[in-house]
C-alpha cells in the first residue's frame, strides 16, 4: 500500500466484477475546474505558512508544499463545503491546508519506509535529505498542521483533526508492523486501509459539511461518502503499484512487493497460484527471496487479478454513492459523485489490454 484491503470476499458478486457504464470523464474534470479559484487560494495560503516555519528547515517544507499533486482531500473539503463557485471561504481554505499538511507529512514518511525514489516526478524528500531529516520534516508538518487546526474558534476541527492524525498514524504502524509476514487476512488488509487511507478522506468531508453548516444528517452522509471513496482510492492504488505507468503516474512504482507489503492484489493472486508458485510468492513477501514483479504481474493477467480487485473499486464507490442517496437536493451531491464518475474513468484507464 503506498501513499490512499483474499480472495472470496473480494468477489462479492459476478455484477460487480464488471466496471459501471456510468463514468463521465468530462465530469470528473468540470469539478476541478469549478475549484480552480479555491485551489489558487489554497496555493496562497500554504506558502503563506512557509514564514511560520524555522528558518533552517523553511527550503524542506517548501519541498514538500508542492503544487502538483492532485489535492484529493482538499478538494473533498471544498465540495463538501461548497458554497457556490463565487465563494471562496477562509475557513475551508484552512482546513483544506490541514488536512492537506497532514497528507503531506504521511507521504514523507511513506517514502522513507518504502525507500521510494519519486513523487510527483521527482525525488522524494527522503532521497533529497536523507531519512533521519525527512522523518523529523514530517513530523514538523504534522506539528504545523495541528496548530492550524488550533486557530479555529471551535475546538471541533482540532479534535476532529487531531483523532484522525492518531488513526492515520496508527494505520502505518500496524502496516509497518505486518511488513514481511503472510498471516494477513481481507479483514486486516480493510483495517489498514480504514485507518491510514480512509480516515483522512472521511474527515476531509465531515470538516468541509461542518463548516459549511450543513445539516447534521448530510455531515454524517458525507463522512461516510469520504471513507467509502477513501477505500476505493487506496484499493485503486494498491493495484496501480502493479498495473502503472511509473512515468504517468509520477512515483516510484513496485515497492510494495518489494517492502513486504500483502495488499490486495497479491492477497488476490496467492489464493489462485499452485503450492510451489504460492511459496515462491510467500518467499518474497517474507524477504526470504528477491521480489520478482515481472513474474507476478504476467501471474496475475494470466489469472485476470485486475478485474477481481478492480471489483474491489466499484464496491466503494457505490457505496460512497449510496451514502449520498438520500441527499440529492444538496448541492454539494453532485460535485462529489462527479468524483466517483473519475475514478471509475482512471480504473477503466489503467485496465491492460487483453
Known sequence: MSSPTCPEPVERSDSAAAAPTTARPGVFAEVYALLTPH?????RFLRSQLAAFEPEIRTMADYCIDTSGKRIRPTLVFLSGWRGSSVVAPDLVRVAAVVELVHLATLVHDDIMDEADLRRNRRTAFREFGPTAAVLLGDALFAHALHLAAQFPTTAV???????TRKVV?????QTLRRGSTNITRADYDRIVDLKTAELFRVSCYLGALLAGSPPG?????????RHLGIAYQIYDDLVDFFGDESRIGKTLGTDLASGKLTLPLLALLDRLTPAERAALIGEVTGARPAQPAVHLRQMREHDIFSVVA??????????????????GEEPTALLLGLCDGLRTQVATLRPPA
Do not use: K, M, P, Y
Not at 39 to 43: G, I, K, M, P, R
Not at 170 to 174: L, P, R, S, T, Y
Not at 312 to 325: M, P, R, S
Open 311 to 328: 471489483a474491489a473499486v466499484h464496491t466503494e464507490i457505490q457505496l460512497a454513492v449510496d451514502a449520498l442517496g438520500e441527499w440529492a
Open 158 to 164: 482540532c479534535s476532529a483533526v487531531s483523532d484522525s
Open 170 to 174: 496508527a494505520g502505518e504502524i500496524v
Open 218 to 226: 448530510f455531515v454524517e452522509a458525507a463522512s461516510r461518502f469520504g
Open 39 to 43: 485551489q489558487a487560494e489554497l496555493n
